[in-house]
T-cell receptor, first 111, second 114 residues
Framework: DAKTTQPPSMDCAEGRAANLPCNHS???????VYWYRQIHSQGPQYIIH???NNETNEMASLIITEDRKSSTLILPHATLRDTAVYYC????????????FGAGTQVVVTP | DSGVTQTPKHLITATGQRVTLRCSPR?????VYWYQQSLDQGLQFLIQ???????AKGNILERFSAQQFPDLHSELNLSSLELGDSALYFC?????????????FGSGTQLSVL
């Protein structure tokens, strides 16, 4: 699976949009981009995933660049409960369940 | 609530001992995964089962073993425990174990080896 690079931390003001970048320059054509988050030692929580097209669900939006070498997770209106470590993961067709978690981005939402 | 149940929530034991961690997947999910999270290693994939069969293996030590039973619950057995085995152990499940599926994680078992 392709490796990902994320900033170690970022702050966001409550009510504002949080834009979390992720680089995955070695991604292959059949590899998905997944985002999970972990709120203080709880089990990781699925947020969103995509292959080529941009995706949106009730939690967030995922923007994948045309060359697929990077992506951005957008939390449209951050709340204090969005404070968590956010993991960007690239997962290929041959990886089965092997989600390779990196260090992630520690997001702190402040009032 | 993810629907994945892990027991016990906390476990304290001594070095050299053996423990069993239990996981019940979401209703209808056939695949179960085990992860270990320690302060220095982060979240590490250990092993995956699908419908009772081992499907993928990660950084699982030989002292550790797992199985998935006919009712689809899974157990992770840790033996000859060492101080370094202290960690959060998460179980996750998905429907078919395919790469385009979401994984749903349980709340974990905190293992402390003293």
């Amino acid at each position: 699976d392709a490796k990902t690079t994320q900033p170690p931390s970022m702050d966001c003001a409550e009510g504002r949009a949080a834009n979390l970048p992720c680089n995955h320059s070695t991604i292959s054509g059949n590899e998905y981009v997944y985002w999970y988050r972990q709120i203080h030692s709880q089990g990781p929580q699925y947020i969103i995933h995509g292959l080529k097209n941009n995706e949106t669900n009730e939690m967030a939006s995922l923007i994948i660049t045309e060359d697929r070498k990077s992506s951005t997770l957008i939390l449209p209106h951050a709340t204090l409960r969005d404070t968590a470590v956010y993991y960007c993961i690239v997962r290929g067709a041959d990886s089965w369940g092997k989600l390779q978690f990196g260090a992630g981005t520690q997001v702190v939402v402040t009032p | 609530d993810s629907g994945v149940t892990q027991t016990p929530k906390h476990l304290i034991t001594a070095t050299g001992q053996r423990v069993t961690l239990r996981c019940s997947p979401r209703s209808g999910d056939l695949s179960v995964y085990w992860y270990q999270q320690s302060l220095d290693q982060g979240l590490q994939f250990l092993i995956q089962y699908y419908n009772g069969e081992e499907r993928a293996k990660g950084n699982i030590l030989e002292r550790f073993s797992a199985q998935q039973f006919p009712d689809l619950h899974s157990e992770l057995n840790l033996s000859s425990l060492e101080l370094g085995d202290s960690a959060l152990y998460f179980c996750a499940s998905s429907v078919l174990g395919q790469p385009d599926e979401k994984l749903f994680f349980g709340s974990g078992t905190q293992l402390s080896v003293l």
